[in-house]
């Protein structure tokens, strides 16, 4: 591959380099799907951010289901999201990953 080439492919919007979605507001966290591009499907992933004890945090989340389509890992990232928060609270935010 040609340097030329090599750019073109990481700024072309490809799987895993477009622009990522809203992020979603739930019970004061917010959740950014972030869905991983891998062997043609798209895993669920995302992060999950908040505040603890005063201070900013990131968790990311990566779950085995996968997705023949970009918004349908979209979409299933932001229920596990929700799904984290209710089971798991603002302890959560105490780990760097789920």
Do not use: C, W
């Amino acid at each position: 591959m040609s340097l030329g080439n090599f750019f073109k492919s990481m700024f072309s919007g490809s799987p895993g380099q477009r622009p990522l979605p809203d992020p979603v507001e739930y019970k004061e966290f917010t959740i950014q799907a972030d869905p991983l591009y891998e062997d043609g499907k798209y895993r669920t992933a995302g992060y999950i951010s908040g505040e603890r004890n005063g201070e900013n945090r990131q968790v990311r989340f990566i779950r085995a289901d996968q997705h023949g389509d970009e918004q349908a890992a979209i979409e299933h990232a932001l229920q596990k999201g929700r799904q984290i928060i209710d089971e798991q609270g603002p302890a959560l935010l105490d780990r760097t990953q789920l």
